[in-house]
């Protein structure tokens, strides 16, 4: 199944997400931060988002059920844990990403516009597209996730 090679695969997880290492039953994983490859247009790295350029996470396999889940730690555990679930819907497939036991103080804003940029940039990798640029989108879903969380 495609969608999770894209999960699984560093090289295609890269270009949606965040490169590395394999994930592999049992094992443990990298996560190496480059969202350089994420914009199909040449922009720059945000500032405030500089000090996580290259950065390195070592993660955990916990739950690997191909092709429909996988549960990994986050930020080497200290963000707790991401179960990402694969549904069978017609002719494709539905994602169900929930990120439980997340302990930063910005939580729900950090990662709920992370996360729904990343996943956009997903959507459009799997259709063939791209995004054009995926700071632009990032702020734009973090104004939308500060709206929805009031």
């Not at 049992?26 to 950065?55: I, K, Q, W």
Request: charged share 25%.
């Amino acid at each position: 199944m495609r969608l999770w090679r894209y999960l699984t695969e560093a090289d295609l997880r890269r270009e949606w997400f965040m490169g590395g290492t394999d994930a592999a039953p049992g094992a443990d994983f990298e996560l190496v931060t480059d969202h350089d490859n994420l914009s199909s247009d040449d922009v720059p790295y945000p500032e405030s988002h500089e000090c996580y350029r290259g950065m390195v996470w070592k993660e955990k396999v916990l739950r690997f059920e191909p092709p429909r889940l996988l549960e990994t730690s986050f930020q080497g555990g200290k963000n707790g844990t991401v179960t990402y679930e694969l549904f069978p819907e017609g002719d494709g497939t539905r994602l169900m990403l929930t990120h439980k036991g997340i302990i930063s103080g910005t939580g729900a804003q950090d990662f709920g516009s992370g996360w729904t940029s990343h996943l956009a940039v997903l959507q459009a990798r799997l259709s063939g597209g791209s995004v054009r640029d995926f700071w632009a989108l990032h702020a734009q879903s973090r104004e939308a996730v500060a709206k929805a969380l009031g």
